[in-house]
């Protein structure tokens, strides 16, 4: 069962807000057995769950105002940067299934079989490296908006080449169906803790536009 699966038409209440709401949109915490917090975004650890909105204002303020005692009735420990170790987390969730779709063909790199496979309408996500080249970026995402697909520029060119082991990765879709439902759920949490759209991406389209040619060699 997919973690999409196991969380449809569950509800949790968010210990920093009190609010209900579905457990895609939480981050699931334990204690451990020396009291520390400590994340489970698999949502697989024993022990009661604590459940904080996935964003890092929402994690920062359980940490500061000591909402994870409270929540437990008993005292435990929160590090100060729980945030940054629950983003790290969800990145590399994130990576390790851009890999696996890769694996099962549902991911695929490169400029021109990207740019054909949303023109074809299969698209359910486009990968953009943040920091490739915005010419042949501002054409994928032209293209991007004439569909349904969503956009996520939140790894670089090398988080995308180690992730799905090739060269210079910059370009990529991830085909609709059940490996991009679950990538949703993962980036869809991510995007509390980063944008899926690097403020300069949005420089640049309002100062210089995004036309022009593909760089040679993207991938």
């Known amino acids: 069962m997919s973690l999409r699966d196991a969380t449809i038409d569950r509800e949790r209440r968010d210990l920093v807000t009190h609010e209900v709401m579905d457990e895609s949109r939480l981050i699931r915490f334990v204690a451990g057995p020396d009291g520390q917090v400590v994340p489970d975004l698999g949502r697989k650890l024993p022990g009661r ?39 790290r987390l969800l990145v590399r969730r994130c990576l390790d299934q851009l890999g696996l779709a890769r694996r099962e063909g549902v991911l695929i790199s490169g400029f021109e079989k990207s740019a ?29 908006r004439h569909q349904t697909a969503k ?20 370009h990529a879709v991830l085909l609709a169906g059940g490996r991009a ?39």
């Not at 670089?156 to 180690?162: A, G, N, P, R």
């Open 116 to 144: 054909a496979n949303l023109r074809a309408g299969k698209v359910a996500w486009v990968v953009e490296a943040a920091d490739g080249s915005a010419d042949g970026r501002g054409k994928i995402l032209a293209l991007a």
């Open 49 to 87: 769950g604590l459940w904080v909105e996935a964003s890092r204002a929402s994690i920062e303020t359980a940490v500061k105002k000591n909402g994870f005692t409270r929540a437990a009735k008993t005292k435990l420990t929160a590090t100060a940067d729980l945030a940054d170790v629950v983003e």
């Open 181 to 219: 439902d679950r990538w949703t759920v993962e980036v869809e949490r991510l995007a509390g803790f980063r944008p899926l759209r690097p403020p300069h991406w949005e420089v640049f389209s309002v100062e210089g536009g995004s036309a022009g040619a593909n760089p040679s060699g993207a991938s």
């Open 151 to 170: 956009v996520c520029g939140a790894f670089t060119v090398d988080d995308l080449s180690l992730a799905l082991g090739l060269e210079n990765a910059i």
